[in-house]
């Protein structure tokens, strides 16, 4: 299956600033691609490169095998920017309306994806009028009108709310249903909900990490934390059974690796009614997230001893 | 093609929506209606027909005006496209970058003609129909008006392409747009003025100074008008007294508007498809 992103160890340089450093990322027909990245890591970038608006200093890009900004690629790709202000005066039906001429797509198209962002009811008002959330969709029905195979979305889902957010990915599933890829960047994990088929992190202008949520998870393998009460007068017997830290005299908290949880977990068990409560908390997608944004740190840190 | 007459139609329906068409139109009118009765203030006397008459003033005024509305429509065009984030959206469709300017272009174009038309085209009927009709023929000067102040208007349209993609900041655009003004209307006359009354052996006054006066849009846009309504009637202005030495005469003068206009467009988008939004 011939790649519809294809980036060879792309590197881009602005004078002092090494925006991104020897990137490489595939992004296949019908797959969805979160890029996470802290403020500066480079994303933003990355997509200005996929739209052939700055050329990288080093490396190569395709878009289905063209040169990205070449009228191929941009038949194919839709973009939606971080920060896009429509014409205040246009309504909504009018601005998709609009981008929906220049795409050549037809026009039926428009009020299709204008149902799709939940926008039909607001459609023939003008944009002015529109709350955060809804310009916010309006931009994103803009993308959707021509059914593009590649959609390049710069934090799509900031400022909408959660329900809206949930509703995004679900649009977002069906365009990959239908064979679109879509390439769309954030800040955590954790707002992306675990939707996407693979997230690609830069830090720093370097790809850090890139694979299916879960077996980022694996890489990481972050320690799953396990809390247990213990009944009235038995702590200090869960205490020295089990280990770990005592909390606020009546828990105790410990940490091990998630191939450990549970041989621990039936030790604990067998501690029959000593113990009254066991709480077990995987890491959360932001202690992942965090895990993947500090590997750069350390290995500068050692790097430096 | 598809691409250059949405933009084009996009324009006016802004330029309907947020006024800046009926807002233009007014100011014309305004200023127009003012020279009418100027114009006829004087009474007794009417050699003249009192349309040519206030075709006269109006075109006058239009070297001033016209060009200022050209620029406050264009400054924006690009600079302010790439601040909002739309033309990124634009850039990445598939429509040329060329064909994206000529949208512009077209609709900004549009926009000017529709204005001018409506302020000269109301003055004219209220000055036709308050001297009591008279020769159809000076409609026609009306006419003459409107187009050529559309030429000169465009002309200035395309000059502020330039200053909107040469610079990343709306308002550093609008700085600029406003000295290119100041410079062609205002000062490059005033420069003209001062060569003439330095020049003592009169090489500059025969030699130079008319195509100096030529290669301004502007200045040309007068001397047409003014050589078209039979200047001699009207009375004396910078362009009648020069009107002897021109290097070229007639419709020929409105060719400086437009190579103008053609450079300017040419210019803005060799720039526009340089840049990097
Ligand atoms: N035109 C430019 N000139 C100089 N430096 C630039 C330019 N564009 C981006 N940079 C730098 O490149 C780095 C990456 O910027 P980029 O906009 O790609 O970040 P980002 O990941 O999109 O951040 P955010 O989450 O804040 O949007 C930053 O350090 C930024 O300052
Ligand atoms: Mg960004």
């Known amino acids: ?305 | 093609m598809h691409g250059v007459l949405t933009i084009a139609a996009t324009e006016i329906r802004i330029g309907l929506r947020n006024r800046w068409i009926i807002l233009s139109s007014m100011i014309l009118l305004a200023f127009a209606l003012i020279l009418v009765l100027l114009g006829s203030a004087p009474g007794g006397e009417v050699k003249t027909d009192a349309v040519t008459v206030v075709v006269a003033s109006l075109s006058t005024l239009s070297v001033y005006l016209v060009p200022l509305i050209a620029l406050l429509l264009s400054f924006d065009a690009i600079a302010g496209e790439i601040d909002r984030g739309t033309l990124q959206l634009v850039l990445a469709s598939p429509v040329s970058r060329g064909a994206v300017l000529v949208g512009k272009f077209l609709g900004h174009v549009a926009v000017l003609g529709i204005a001018v038309s409506f302020g000269y085209g109301i003055a004219g009927i209220v000055t036709y129909l308050a001297n009591g009709g008279g020769e159809l023929g000076a409609l026609i000067g009306v006419g003459r008006l409107i187009v050529t102040s559309i030429i000169l208007g465009a002309t200035f349209i395309a000059i502020g392409y330039i200053a909107s993609a040469s610079v990343r900041q709306t308002g550093t655009a609008a700085a600029l747009a406003i000295a290119i003004w100041l410079f062609a209307v205002v000062l490059y006359d005033l420069a003209l003025l001062g060569g003439l009354l330095a020049s003592q052996d009169g090489f500059f006054a025969s030699e130079v100074f008319p195509w100096l006066l030529v290669l301004n849009p502007a200045d040309a846009f007068r001397l047409y008008n003014m050589s078209a309504i039979d200047a001699a009637a009207v009375g004396s202005n910078l362009g009648g007294g020069a009107g002897s030495a021109l290097p070229i005469s007639g419709l020929a003068t409105m060719a400086s508007p437009v190579i103008w206009a053609g450079m300017a467009l040419g210019l803005s988008t060799f720039i526009l498809k340089r840049i990097r939004p």
């Open chain 1, 1 to 305: 299956m011939t790649e519809i992103v294809k980036a060879r160890n792309v590197s881009m340089k602005f004078k002092a600033v090494d925006a991104l450093t020897d990137v490489s990322l595939d992004v296949a027909p019908g797959e969805q691609v979160a890029l996470l990245g802290h403020n500066g890591a480079g994303k933003t970038t990355l997509f200005r490169i996929m739209l052939g608006f700055i050329k990288p200093t080093a490396g190569s890009i395709s878009i289905a095998g063209f040169a990205p900004g070449s009228n191929e690629a941009r038949r194919i790709v839709s973009y939606l920017p971080e920060q896009v202000a429509f014409p205040k005066m246009l309504t909504g039906r009018e601005v998709v309306r609009f981008y929906a001429r220049l795409k050549g797509a037809p026009l039926d198209d428009v009020q299709s994806v204008l149902a799709k962002v939940d926008l039909v009811d607001a459609a023939d008002r003008r944009v002015e009028t529109y709350s955060k959330g809804m310009r916010q969709r309006l931009g994103l029905a803009q993308a959707l009108v021509g059914k593009p195979a590649l959609l390049l979305l710069d934090e799509p889902t900031s400022g909408l709310d959660p329900l809206s957010r949930q509703h995004f990915y679900e649009l977002i599933a069906d365009v990959a249903r239908q064979g679109g890829s879509v390439l769309l960047s954030s800040h955590g994990l954790s707002e992306l909900e675990a939707k996407t088929d693979r997230v690609a992190i830069l830090r720093n202008g370097r790809l850090v990490a890139n694979g299916p949520l879960a077996a980022l998870q694996d890489e990481a393998n972050l320690p799953v934390r396990i809390r247990v009460r213990a009944a009235a007068t038995a702590i200090d017997k869960v205490h020295a059974e089990i280990g770990g830290g005592r909390i606020n005299g009546a828990s105790v908290e410990l940490f091990c690796a998630r191939g450990e949880k549970m041989r621990i977990l039936s030790k604990i068990s067998g501690l029959g009614a000593k113990v009254e409560d066991v709480d077990v908390a995987a890491p959360t997608l932001d202690e992942v997230y965090r895990h993947f944004s500090k590997i750069g740190v350390d290995e500068a840190l050692r790097g430096t001893l």
